[in-house]
């Protein structure tokens, strides 16, 4: 671990020489940042949200002046955390899929607005004017008219036997109900075909272009796009969830396969690679060779287009509160907004039972970093808003405390808003008008049948949504997910004609605030014919 620098203490007297001189008065202290009060926080944060292990690091320019593990990889088990070990990086993996079409964009392969046909010629959405017009930048930006989350069901969860051309074919059968680039939701779908498009260009997979052209000139050893090589899976921290009222590996993960989703969210990092890959940010594309040489990997123009808003986000009222932001935007991998006055550009990443953030505040030169292998986004949010705060001279707050608190306030706001169905065991005669096959055209056949007195769901290809169907009303019913770990129960209604014979099938989530990834709304099956 590295003593942090001088400088946290030079902005402060910064600040305060300009509030006395403009006639301000100083409210209340700064905040302060050692070693020993990160420490103290990270043992909070971990103790209150059960977190097996995490990674916190700080980047000043070309300095690590703070980087630190904590835990263990796995719950019950004695390996520790270091700065070698493997966590999935989840949405910030974002950020490098468009850093490698930041390369070939300097190389002049391709450019920001080529429309995305021009090198996916079987590229389509619902609108034909859409398909012609829709630019590399629209893959990436979330302002495409596709619904939140549209179309994750065919890369989540896992495993599944969806690919990404299955996901390029699928396209067109999303609704495009947002208006093309007239507001922000967020997508995952799009940044798989962005790596499938960078595949095209340069004739390499997505992760051997991603490690070759980026991870390895860093010298990012602990850092991997795709499968991960048996020396090194030693070093895997596993995803953990809560589950029975412990934190349980929600999935093991192996490190053997090529994700379809890794464009969009399949890196694993480690807290040595990821300040490399700090320092590079910091310094606008450039780096330092092992041999000292300073090189330029991404051109200045590029990464400043990187970092340059390209979408309206909405400001919450957290984030006022909080942080005195007044505008919020998405540019090309990244988010940014204003933290007390300064730019912040940053992303988080969110995957079943691993967690991850990463921040730079360009003004002062400054990246901070959080890793962690437990599902919890308040872990990561408290521990990232102590760092921050510290260099934005906000007055001192406990942050774990105030995260508790606003977490509390939407728990009552659900809790009075929002109640399971109810539901009871469905008869025979309920099943027999509902059992069949069905399929939606973009994920599959799915069977419904009856089963030791139990009407079953089941995907044909994806082999973790499956789940029983209890009865709510008429031709309601409620899927109850054999893995408890998914927290995303579905409404099944079944669809008829004006004869009223089942013809289809539409699903949505029961619970509002579900991860949006379980992607029900956009699917429509229709029941298929018998077989003679």
């Known amino acids: 671990m590295s003593v942090l620098s001088t400088k946290r203490t030079l ?34 944060v971990m103790n209150a949200y059960t977190v097996p292990g995490m990674v ?11 980087a630190e593990s904590y835990g263990v990889q796995e719950v019950n088990e004695s390996a520790p955390v270091t700065e070698k070990t493997l966590f999935k990086i989840a949405s910030v993996t974002k950020n490098f ?24 010629p079987e590229f389509r959405v619902q609108d034909p004017w859409i398909t012609r ?7 990436l930006i979330h302002k495409s008219g596709l619904g939140l989350g549209a179309g994750d069901l065919m890369f989540w969860p896992t495993p599944n036997n969806f690919t990404r051309e299955d996901i390029l074919n699928g396209l067109r ?17 799009l940044y798989v075909i962005a790596g499938e498009l960078t595949e095209r260009v340069t004739g390499q997979r997505w992760e051997t272009f991603v490690e070759e052209n980026l991870m390895r000139p860093l010298g990012m050893e602990y850092c991997f796009a795709g499968p991960v090589p048996d020396d090194y899976k030693k070093h895997i921290a596993q995803p953990h969830g809560w589950l029975n009222e412990e934190p349980t590996v929600v999935r093991r993960d192996f490190a053997d396969d090529y994700l379809t989703s890794a464009p969009a969210g399949g890196i694993r990092c480690s ?16 780096y330092v060779t092992e041999d000292g040489a300073q090189k330029q990997l991404i051109s200045a123009k590029q990464h400043a287009e990187m970092w340059s808003p390209q979408t309206i986000m909405n400001v919450g009222s957290r984030a006022y509160e909080w942080d005195n932001t007044h505008f919020a935007a998405y540019g090309l991998g990244w988010r940014m907004h204003d933290v007390d006055g300064l730019l912040r550009i940053h992303h988080t990443g969110t995957l079943h039972g691993m967690n991850a953030y990463l921040s730079f505040f360009p003004e002062l030169d400054t990246a901070f970093l959080v890793l962690l292998n437990r599902s919890h986004s308040d872990a990561r949010t408290a521990m990232m808003q102590t760092l921050i705060k510290a260099y934005t001279d906000a007055p001192e707050r406990d942050w774990l405390a105030a995260v508790q608190e606003w977490r509390e306030q939407v728990s009552q706001r659900r809790a009075a808003s929002f109640a399971e169905p109810e539901t009871s065991p469905v008869t025979a005669e309920q099943a027999a008008r509902v059992v069949g096959e069905y399929v939606d055209p ?9 089963q030791d007195n139990k009407l079953r769901w089941t995907s044909h290809r994806s082999e973790r949504m ?62 298929q014919p018998q077989s003679e």
Do not use: C
């Open 442 to 450: 973009w994920f599959g056949h799915v069977s419904v049948t009856w």
């Open 466 to 527: 499956a789940g029983e169907l209890f009865h709510v009303k008429g031709d309601t019913f409620a899927a109850r997910w054999d893995d408890r770990t998914h927290h995303a129960d579905a409404f099944v209604r079944f669809t008829s004609s004006l004869r009223g014979d089942i013809e289809g099938m539409i699903m949505a989530p029961i619970d509002p605030d579900a991860d949006w990834s379980f992607d029900f709304e956009d699917l429509n099956f229709s029941k």
């Open 271 to 286: 807290l040595q690679a990821m300040t490399k890959w700090m320092k590079m940010h910091n310094a606008r594309g450039a």
């Open 173 to 189: 059968y999303l609704p495009m109900e947002g208006g093309f680039r007239t507001k922000y939701a967020y997508d995952n779908i």
């Open 97 to 120: 899929t468009t850093a490698a079409l930041a390369l070939l964009v300097d190389q002049g392969k391709i450019s920001w607005d080529d429309p995305v046909i021009d090198h996916l």
């Open 133 to 139: 017009n829709f630019t590399i930048r629209d893959l």
């Open 56 to 66: 916190v690091g700080i980047v000043e320019g070309d300095q690590v002046v703070f």
């Open 11 to 44: 902005i402060s007297s910064l600040a305060l020489s300009a509030s006395l001189a403009l006639g301000g008065t100083v409210a209340a202290e700064p905040s302060e940042i050692t070693p020993e009060k990160i420490n103290e926080t990270a043992a909070r």
